[in-house]
C-alpha cells in the first residue's frame, strides 16, 4: 500500500489529503493537532499509521502520550485491524511494553523502527537489528541511507530472509529512491510518499502522485511472452560503427556511401543533425545504403558563423555516442565564430552527465556552462589556440572515467586543428571502440598514432577524404541477446556478423563458452550459430567492463545457468541510458532472480525454468519497467524465455533507438 506521510498540516488539511489516499502515516510529531483531532482521525476506516518521534520540541513521555491518545482513536474505530503505531528501536523498553499493551486491547498493531540517516550498515547488522524488532512487534520497518546502488541491493536483499509481509524495508536518498517502489513489489505492506515535495519527511521521497502513477498497472501496455528467437537472424548494422562513419562522411568533402546500413533512432539522429548544417544524406529505397555528400568541415563551420542567431543549437537526439562525439567536434568547428554553441537532446539523454566533456574542453580554452553537468551543454571559444598555425605540441589529459565515446570524440575532431596534440588518458577503458573509431578514421584519410591506449598522438591540420564505398559492420551489441536466447532455448544462427571483429560486445562469445554452451563459426559465410542448452548452461565469472552493453544480457544468461555466476564492471552501468545496476537488479530481482552486487561484481544465482515457474505460480503477468534503456527492455524480453510467465512492460519504443526489428526476431507462446 502506498501511504502518505502527512507533516506540517492541520486537522482539516489531513482530512482533505485522506479523501484521495488509502491510508497515511500521520507525523503527531509535525502537525499542529488537538488530543481530541488525534482521536477522531484515529477512529477512521482509512490504513492510518501514528508515529511521533521524540526531538528538541517533544519529550520522550510527551510522544509517549500522543501515541496512546491515537490508540484511543483506534480502539473506537470499525477498522482497528489496518491502524498502526510506530515507535523508534530506542524507545525504553518500557514504553514499547505500554504500547503494546494498548494495541493488544485495540487490536491494532506495532512497527518498530530504524533509521541510520547516514549510511546503510552491513548485512550482518541489518539481520540482526531486524530479528531483534520482529522479536518485539509485528513489523520491522528499516529506512537507512543509500549512497550507491550496492547499499540499495543490499537492504532489498533482505526481503529474501525475511517474510516480506512482516518487513518495510527500504532506502533513503536519491540513488535508494527505487527501493520505496521495490519494496511493495516484493511484498511489503507499505512504503512512504510526501504530499509533494515541499513536505517530504526523508530524502529520496516519492510523491504519492508520482508513485502511484509509475505503478499504475495500465502503465503497463505491452504482453511479452517469448518462446523462442527465429533459427536464422540477420544481424542489424552495429550503430556505434555508424554513427562514427556518419560523423567522419560528413567532414569529408565529397561523396561517401555507407553499405550494408540499416537504421536505428540512433542513426537518424545523426543523419538529422549534419543534414541540418548542410550535408545531403539519403537512404536507398529499400534502406540498406547510405549515400552521404558533405560540403566538408570548412562549409560547416562557415554555416555555422552565417547562422543569425548568436547561440546555434544543435539537437543529438537520445544518444549519448553522438553527443561524446560531437562534443569537441562542434567545439572545435565554432572556434573563431564568435558563436555559442548549445548541445541538445531528448528522454533519456538528459540525466546522463558530461563532467569529463566540460573538463577537457576547460584546457582548450572553452567556456563550459551546464546545470549539474547535463545537457544542454553551452559551449564558447574566446582563446586563440585554433586561429593560427603553430609547432609545439599541446597535451590534453584526462581521466577516461566516462569510458571510450568523449576519447573517441576528440581523435575525431582535434585532427581539423592547426598544431599537434598528445592526449593522455589515466584510466584506460573499453579500448575495442578506440581501435573501431581510429579504424574507421584511417579509411577517411586520418591518421592517429596510438601508444598503448595510455596516449595519443594526433597530427594536424588533416583532411577528411571521403570513401567511395564503406560497408558498415553487423552489431555484436544487438547480437548478444538473440545469441543468448539460442542458448536458453532451440539455437539460433545469426548473420551479418564479422569473427574477430574487435567490436567490444564480441565478448558474448567467451560468456557463452564459459556458460558451456557450443557455438559454431562460418567465417566465409559471417554467421555464428549457438545451440541451445536449456538446463544445462554452467555458471561463469567474465569481467564486461569495456562492454557494460553487454551486462544486460550476460546477467539473463547467468540466471539460466545452474549456480552462481559472478559478472565485473559493474562501475561502468550508472551513466547509461538508465543506471543498469539498478535498472538490473530491480526488474529481475521482481522476476524472482537473486542478485547481489559486491563492490564491482554483479552476483547472480540461477534458477532452472520448473523453480522459476513455481516461484511465479500465483503470481498474474510481472510489471516491469523499461527505464527507457533499449538494453533493459532486451534483457527483460529474454527473461520471458526462461518462464511460462508473461511480463508486462512500461515502454517497448525505446527498443528502436538501437534495433527496431528485435522483437521481431522471436516467435511467441
Not at 503505531?85 to 485495540?106: A, F, H, M, Q, Y
Not at 567536434?329 to 539523454?349: C, D, P, R
Amino acid at each position: 500500500m502506498v501511504l502518505i506521510s502527512i507533516r506540517d498540516c492541520n486537522y482539516s488539511e489531513i482530512c482533505t489529503l485522506l479523501k484521495s489516499a488509502d491510508g497515511a502515516e500521520i507525523r503527531l510529531d509535525l502537525c499542529d493537532l488537538s488530543a481530541d483531532e488525534i482521536r477522531t482521525l484515529f477512529s477512521m476506516e482509512k490504513c492510518l499509521i501514528a508515529t511521533c518521534r521524540p526531538s528538541e520540541s517533544i519529550t520522550e513521555s510527551e510522544a509517549l502520550q500522543s501515541v496512546l491518545i491515537a490508540s484511543e482513536g483506534m480502539s473506537k474505530s470499525p477498522c482497528p485491524d489496518n491502524k498502526y503505531i510506530d515507535l523508534d528501536i530506542n524507545t525504553p523498553s518500557g514504553n514499547i511494553s505500554i504500547v503494546k499493551e494498548r494495541l493488544k486491547e485495540c487490536g491494532s498493531e506495532l512497527i518498530l523502527s530504524f533509521h541510520d540517516y547516514e549510511k546503510t550498515p552491513d548485512s550482518a547488522a541489518l539481520e540482526n537489528v531486524i530479528s531483534f524488532m520482529l522479536n518485539e512487534a509485528h513489523f520491522a520497518k528499516i529506512a537507512t541511507m543509500a549512497t550507491n546502488s550496492y547499499d540499495a541491493a543490499r537492504v532489498m536483499n533482505l526481503y529474501r530472509t525475511f517474510s516480506p509481509s512482516r518487513l518495510i524495508a527500504f532506502c533513503m536518498g536519491d540513488p535508494g529512491r527505487f527501493t520505496r517502489r521495490l519494496s511493495v513489489e516484493l511484498g511489503s505492506p507499505f512504503t512512504y510518499t510526501s504530499v509533494d515535495d515541499s513536505k517530504v519527511t526523508a530524502p529520496g521521497q516519492y510523491t504519492f502522485s508520482k508513485l502511484n502513477n509509475i505503478l499504475a498497472y495500465n502503465n503497463f501496455p505491452h504482453k511479452i511472452a517469448i518462446e523462442r528467437v527465429c533459427p536464422k537472424v540477420s544481424a542489424p548494422a552495429s550503430k556505434s560503427f555508424v554513427q562514427r562513419a556518419i560523423v567522419a562522411a560528413s567532414l569529408a568533402k565529397g561523396e561517401t556511401t555507407l553499405s550494408n546500413y540499416t537504421s536505428c533512432n540512433d542513426t537518424y539522429a545523426a543523419c538529422d543533425l549534419f543534414r541540418n548544417l548542410g550535408v545531403t544524406i539519403e537512404e536507398d529505397c529499400e534502406g540498406r545504403s547510405l549515400r552521404i555528400v558533405s560540403p566538408g568541415f570548412e562549409a560547416i563551420s562557415q554555416h555555422l558563423q552565417e547562422n543569425r542567431s548568436d547561440t546555434v543549437t544543435l539537437f543529438t537526439g537520445e544518444s549519448g555516442l553522438l553527443t561524446r562525439l560531437v562534443i569537441p567536434l562542434f567545439a572545435i568547428l565554432s572556434a573563431g565564430t564568435g558563436k555559442t554553441i548549445e548541445i541538445m537532446g531528448h528522454g533519456t539523454i538528459l540525466k546522463r552527465e558530461f563532467a569529463e566533456s566540460s573538463e577537457v574542453l576547460s584546457q582548450l580554452g572553452f567556456e563550459v556552462k551546464s546545470e549539474n553537468n547535463r545537457l544542454p551543454l553551452l559551449l564558447k571559444y574566446s582563446g586563440d589556440l585554433f586561429e593560427s598555425e603553430y609547432s609545439h605540441e599541446n597535451t590534453l589529459e584526462i581521466s577516461g572515467r566516462e569510458g571510450s565515446q568523449l576519447i573517441s570524440g576528440l581523435l575525431m575532431a582535434l585532427p581539423l586543428t592547426k598544431g599537434r596534440f598528445r592526449l593522455k588518458i589515466d584510466k584506460i577503458r573499453s579500448t575495442p571502440y578506440i581501435d573501431t573509431t581510429i579504424s574507421i578514421l584511417s579509411h577517411f584519410g586520418v591518421k592517429i598514432s596510438n601508444y598503448e591506449y595510455k596516449e595519443y598522438l594526433i597530427a594536424s591540420p588533416q583532411k577528411y577524404i571521403p570513401v567511395k564505398e564503406l560497408s558498415c559492420e553487423g552489431d555484436w551489441s544487438s547480437a548478444a541477446p538473440l545469441l543468448v536466447a539460442g542458448a536458453l532455448n532451440g539455437g539460433t544462427t545469426i548473420t551479418n556478423l564479422a569473427i574477430n571483429s574487435g567490436q567490444a560486445d564480441e565478448k558474448i562469445v567467451e560468456a557463452l563458452k564459459l556458460s558451456g554452451a557450443e557455438i559454431l563459426f562460418n567465417d566465409e559465410q559471417m554467421e555464428v550459430s549457438v545451440k541451445g542448452s536449456a538446463g544445462k548452461l554452467s555458471p561463469f565469472s567474465i569481467d564486461a567492463t569495456d562492454s557494460p552493453d553487454l551486462f544486460p544480457s550476460l546477467a539473463v544468461l547467468a540466471a539460466g545457468c545452474s549456480g552462481v555466476s559472478r559478472l565485473k564492471g559493474v562501475e561502468r552501468l550508472f551513466n547509461k541510458e538508465s543506471n543498469r545496476a539498478e535498472a538490473l537488479f530491480s526488474e529481475l530481482t521482481k522476476l524472482g532472480i537473486n542478485i547481489n552486487i559486491e563492490d564491482n561484481i554483479m552476483v547472480i544465482e540461477g534458477i532452472s525454468g520448473d523453480s522459476f515457474n513455481a516461484l511465479h505460480s500465483t503470481l498474474s503477468p510481472v510489471t516491469t519497467l523499461s527505464y527507457h534503456d533499449h538494453r533493459i527492455a532486451m534483457a527483460l524480453a529474454l527473461a520471458t524465455i526462461l518462464t511460462k510467465k508473461e511480463i508486462l512492460i512500461d515502454d517497448i519504443d525505446c527498443l528502436s533507438k538501437s534495433f527496431p526489428g528485435f522483437l521481431s526476431s522471436f516467435t511467441n507462446r
